[in-house]
């Protein structure tokens, strides 16, 4: 907290102690018992023994920090629907008190990204919303409470003869909402929601919720069903069982009529082992494409399905595809074992509960015929495979004016299992300058140095575990030593692989060349051995060339200025004699 509510803070406190020590005092000491009381001079000040004045200044030094930078308190979503030429598109104007509790900056969240906002007030004034990676915020520094209004539109989608509207919220402690929908007496859902209560008024349909703390409502409507049956909601219940996901499914029926009606509920590709109406089985039909049974008698149904889906892998994560009906209120819980990270296309707000053993994924999905999941799936420890990689490594070597520099290619192959990290082994006393990769990959970089003139470590974390190849360029250099002092090659090794060789090339310039003197583990080779993608890199004469495999190569060389060439020219005479 700043030092000046810490200040405004202890003036208060000192205030009210001002006004309250007389008759404190007078009350805890009468007739003059005690000489540290409160005195009230000639001119107006009022005197306060020194140990009270010592207790409020220790208080205020150490002020309670808020548990948060702001609260977002209650709201009010009105939501008005107009039907234009068979499209429905809705102005949302929402009401957010919003609590500062810090006297610094803060960025409130208030709606996704892609929010079509029309206009935004805080206390009855303009405000601008602010773009960040999680959605528009607002940036705000004082303290206290604020009204916020916003509108924005949203259209909605159509849906067998209904409508489905997916409304943007701010992420309100509870959500008050109030919606006016073209048409009388339509069925309408609200997810998620309490208190749901739909009323006709004239040629509209008015519909109250209580919402609780969520960034997006579902609001669906249609004119009451014709049709002999409606399905109204389904429960879902997965959980993985070897290569496939097992499901249980329950969905509410009701029935407008006496007559036994036939209803299609999956595909044929899938793996059927139940369906039961009411409890009891059922009979299982085949209607074209789909699994079908039969249910009879006017009322209110419920049906129950088991069945499994396929587990598909290799391509990407793990996933599973359903084909499902198209019910209104679809809500679904995936258990699976291990820590798990699900995503659901249609995209849906999934809530995980991480266990130690399992995670359990709860979310309810839009009017859809086909749901997709797929999820970030760890391999357990006891099947995990032996990780083999091998690397090649391509250094360019030069002098400059005190500084030897150092450009190596690393060719990283991952031949079995994942990797997220590439451990690097450099001398010790070299500066690693810049690690990069051209096709991109590389999220981070850090260096450890060694004890006692060990090999300093630099480990490189992937942006996602390697599977395959992958090329990086990491550009280092150490000081030259003083005189004509040798010149040991720093080399980059790399760790925990089961192989590794390279090449290394001496660059000589116009003022400077490298001379070997001591070498081992390496073969002079031409120039031409070397991969195209670093050749085009070299932009100086290529002096050296070594080659390398599995030992580790030692290499030390001598600075030495290169031979001036002597140039070489053609000349041709031309010789004009005159006579005369």
Same mark, same amino acid.
């Given at each position: ?62 002020? /309670? ?103 943007? /919220? ?27 209560? /739909? ?71 899938? &793996? ?103 999820? &970030? ?167 050296? &060339? ?35």
């Amino acid at each position: 907290m700043c030092i000046q509510s810490r200040f405004s803070s202890l003036l208060l406190a000192v205030l009210i102690v001002l006004l309250a020590a007389p008759a404190a005092f007078a009350q805890a000491n009468p007739a003059g018992q005690g000489q540290a009381e409160a005195q009230e001079a000639g001119d107006g000040r009022v005197q306060i023994p020194l140990e009270i004045y010592n207790q409020l200044v220790s208080a205020s030094e150490h002020p /309670t920090e808020a548990p948060a930078g702001y609260a977002l308190g209650s709201a009010q979503l009105n939501v008005r629907v107009e039907l234009l030429e068979g499209r429905a598109s809705a102005e949302v104007r929402a009401t957010l008190t919003i609590r500062l509790l810090e006297d610094r900056w803060n960025l409130v969240p208030i709606l996704p990204l892609g929010t079509a906002v029309v206009s935004v007030q805080v206390d009855g004034k303009p405000v601008q919303l602010i773009n960040t990676p999680g959605g528009l915020a607002w940036g705000v520094k004082e303290l206290g409470s604020h009204s916020m209004t916003l509108v924005y539109r949203v259209d909605a989608n159509t849906f067998q003869g209904g409508f489905v509207l997916t409304l943007p /919220t701010p992420e309100a402690a509870a959500t008050t909402l109030e919606a006016q929908l073209p048409g009388a007496g339509m069925e309408v859902a609200v997810i998620p929601a309490a208190s749901v209560k /739909t009323v006709a008024s004239g040629n509209q349909t008015v519909v109250s919720a209580t919402i609780p703390a969520t960034r997006g409502i579902q609001l669906s409507w249609r004119v009451p069903a014709l049709e002999t049956y409606t399905l109204s909601r389904a429960f879902y219940t997965g959980e993985l069982v070897g290569d496939a996901i097992r499901w249980k499914a329950e969905l509410s029926l009701e029935l407008n009529g006496k007559d036994a009606v036939t209803l299609e509920l999956l595909p044929k590709h899938v &793996t059927l082992s139940d369906i039961r109406v009411d409890g009891r089985e059922a009979p299982i039909l085949i209607s074209g494409q789909n699994f079908a049974t039969l249910v009879k008698g006017r009322g209110a149904h419920r049906l129950q399905m088991a069945f499994e889906v396929p587990v598909v892998r290799g391509s990407g994560p793990p996933r599973v595809t359903l084909m499902i009906p198209e019910i209104p209120v679809s809500r679904f819980e995936l258990t699976l074992p291990g820590r798990k990270q699900i995503t659901a296309t249609p995209a849906s707000d999934v809530n995980h509960v991480v266990g130690d053993t399992q995670t359990v994924a709860t979310f309810h999905v839009p009017i859809s015929r086909q749901l997709q999941l797929s999820w &970030t799936e760890a391999i357990p420890e006891d099947t995990r495979t032996e990780t083999r990689a091998h690397a090649s490594l391509y250094h360019t070597v030069q002098a400059d004016e005190g500084v030897l520099s150092v450009d190596a290619w690393v060719v990283f192959e991952v031949g079995r299992g994942e990797l997220s990290t590439i451990e690097l082994a450099l001398p010790a006393g070299v500066q690693v300058n810049r690690i990069r990769s051209e096709g991109g990959g590389i999220s981070d970089w850090r260096v450890t140095p060694g004890q006692d003139g060990e090999p300093q470590i630099v480990t490189v974390f992937l942006g996602h575990p390697l599977s395959g190849e992958m090329r990086f360029r990491i550009d280092y250099d150490r000081s030259l030593p003083r005189g004509d002092a040798p010149i040991p090659i720093p080399l980059v090794r790399v760790r925990q692989v089961h192989r590794q060789r390279g090449m290394l090339a001496l660059l000589a310039t116009s003022e400077v060349a490298l001379t070997p003197m001591e070498e081992s583990n390496l073969t002079q080779v031409g120039e031409n051995q070397l991969p195209a993608f670093v050749r085009r890199s070299i932009d100086k004469t290529i002096a050296h &060339t070594f080659k390398y495999t599995e030992a580790t190569p030692t290499l030390v060389t001598t600075a030495t200025v290169p031979e001036r060439v002597r140039a070489k020219f053609d000349a041709e005479v031309d010789t004009l004699i005159s006579l005369t």
